[in-house]
């Protein structure tokens, strides 16, 4: 007879692990058996901001823009290694807004939400051209959209993605990127919104009033252009 554990305990060993933000231990720790799978899972989702695919220096720094690779230090093979992960933890994400195409819906487990890191995917993807297929293939085959020289449309594939994302990320709370005339289109999604870090202060004119009116929380703001 297989050894089964009270959901209570295990829900507060997944908490002091996030609380701790204990990526590697919390992976394993949905990785050891299905029982685990589900409340370990819920518990990655909440901190995908802190994944290993993303480095350390990045992550503390918080940086807008996320330029998360030393271009001169890391081989080629290494770059398209580490595009595999970023491929994964995106598509991941994107396909959990589709009902039952995840084991569990990880979008609404979301905490922290980088569309930088998105952007700069895309662009990474038009040199690993073969990985394109790896993220958009069987439901995401709509986003992957190519202008006439076979390059990724990456400003609408963003969009669309963030939009698409937006509506299934119930618990979001800081959320980054550059957005223009979208953002007031997606605010009143995020009502437990605190954090919005832009790439140009100018996206406010037209989202200002849907932070007072849909974010009761909202208390920090940063930009990087003005």
Known sequence: MPITFPDDILNLITLELWKARDFNTLFQFAMSSRQFAALGLAKLYRMQDVAPVKP?????????????RNRN????????KKTRKWVTL??????????RKTILPYSR????LDLNDLDQLL???????SLQEELFAGNLKDL???????KLLSDKI??????RITQHTPLLEELGGAFQAQLSQWLPRLPRLKTLRLYNGV?????????????????NLFVLHW
């Not at 350390?56 to 998360?68: K, L, P, Q, R």
């Not at 992957?144 to 076979?150: A, M, Q, R």
């Open 56 to 68: 350390v220096d990045e992550i503390d720094a918080g940086v807008m823009a996320s330029n998360y």
């Open 144 to 150: 992957h959209l190519l202008n006439d020289n076979g």
């Open 203 to 219: 996206e406010l004119d037209a989202s200002a009033k849907y932070i007072r009116q849909h974010c009761p929380l909202f208390k």
């Open 158 to 163: 963003y969009i669309k993605a963030a939009e």
């Open 90 to 99: 995106w598509r991941s994400i994107l396909l959990s807004t589709y009902e």
């Open 109 to 112: 487990y979301i905490r922290v």
């Open 123 to 129: 662009e990474d993807l038009n040199k690993f051209r």
């Open 73 to 80: 230090v890391m081989t080629v093979l290494t770059e398209q």
